[in-house]
T-cell receptor, first 113, second 114 residues
């Protein structure tokens, strides 16, 4: 009963490095999302996907890229990491049907120094 | 654009006391409303949801919430709080069109005193 899985759980990056955060869901959901959570704030949408091959920007996409080659996987790529990208990243998925509830992964805590 | 306001950043209650967490939303159509809970270092778990029907909805762990359209509110309640309820609580509103992403409030941190 995996649901949404994310790897890694923790990562420390140096400024300018790149990395990919992995997200996989086993619920055959079409909709997938990446959020970031900063201290004292709610979650902000980075990118989303409505199906394999279809992605679009959310509220805070700068510095990130995504791809969706399969229904199950939705990796998030950070290019040229900056301290402002220090955050907790959550992946979520949804069937896209009412009531549109989303299921969240456990998160990745990223520190850029 | 939709938005969510959680006026209380931090609330402390005694174990066994009742709890009400406030949530106000802004959305042009019938909203889809959610409460999620986040324990320290964990992901978000869905407590309950509202999308139609009875305005009083029951969730897991003994929580309930009431949708009041006239007040644009969706407050979360629990009659008797347990120490294990200490966590951060997020209210969210969802859209039925487009990306169907959730808009979250900034959260309310609940502390439970013994």
């Amino acid at each position: 009963n995996a649901g949404v899985t994310q790897t890694p759980k923790f990562r420390i990056l140096k400024i300018g490095q790149s990395m990919t955060l992995q997200c996989t869901q086993d619920m055959n959901h079409n909709y997938m999302y990446w959020y970031r959570q900063d201290p004292g704030m709610g979650l902000k949408l980075i990118y989303y996907s409505v199906g394999a091959g279809i992605t679009d920007k959310g509220e805070v996409p700068n510095g990130y890229n995504v791809s969706r080659s399969t229904t199950e996987d939705f990796p998030l790529r950070l290019e040229l990491a900056a301290p402002s990208q220090t955050s907790v990243y959550f992946c979520a998925s949804s069937s896209g049907d009412p009531p549109y509830e989303q299921y969240f992964g456990p998160g990745t805590r990223l520190t850029v120094t | 654009a939709q938005s969510v306001t959680q006026p209380d950043i931090h609330i402390t209650v005694s174990e066994g006391a009742s709890l009400e967490l406030r949530c106000n939303y802004s959305y042009g159509a019938t909203p889809y409303l959610f409460w999620y809970v986040q324990s320290p270092g964990q992901g978000l778990q869905l407590l309950l949801k509202y999308f139609s029907g009875d305005t009083l909805v029951q969730g897991i762990k003994g929580f309930e919430a009431e949708f009041k359209r006239s007040q644009s509110s969706f407050n979360l309640r629990k009659p008797s709080v347990h120490w294990s309820d200490a966590a951060e609580y997020f209210c969210a509103v969802g859209a039925a069109t487009g990306r169907r992403a959730l808009t979250f409030g900034s959260g309310t941190r609940l502390q439970v005193q013994p």
